[in-house]
């Protein structure tokens, strides 16, 4: 068992920058795959970031070159560092650990065991 708290979330202007964090608690979270959801008001929970138990990284087409995941294994934390902003990144942002990978990607909501409670982003234009 593991839980997830977000943090880091607020409102920033178009162009400018946020970074999340994702503090968890239990044994060996070093096994999890790591990942990062949204939400925005209306619509579908939807994949925006994942790292691997060795540090490999995926991204949803719409983020890839701005936002980037890292995680410390050291302090259990997991980050979404969020560059260029945009209004249509405003939502909801959900971490999430997965206690295993998938041969066919981890890029899916029911690919994840446990969630965070989520922290509001809001991008002004």
């Known amino acids: 068992q593991v839980q997830l708290v977000e943090s880091g979330g607020g409102l920033a202007q178009a162009g400018g920058s946020l970074r999340l964090s994702c503090a968890a608690s239990?044994?060996?979270?070093?096994?999890?795959?790591m990942a990062w959801f949204r939400q925005g008001p209306g619509k579908e929970r939807e994949f925006v970031a994942t790292?691997?138990?060795?540090?490999?990284?995926y991204y949803a087409d719409s983020v890839k070159g701005r936002f980037t995941i890292s995680r410390d294994n050291a302090l259990n934390t997991v980050y979404l560092q969020m560059n260029s902003l945009k209004p249509e990144d405003t939502a909801v942002y959900y971490c999430?650990?997965?206690?295993?990978?998938?041969?066919?990607?981890?890029?899916?909501?029911?690919?994840?065991?446990?969630w965070g409670q989520g922290t509001q982003v809001t991008v002004s234009s």
């Open positions: 999430a650990a997965a206690n295993r990978p998938y041969s066919g990607g981890n890029s899916r909501v029911d690919r994840y065991d446990y």
């Open positions: 239990g044994r060996a979270f070093s096994n999890y795959v």
């Open positions: 790292i691997s138990r060795s540090d490999g990284t």
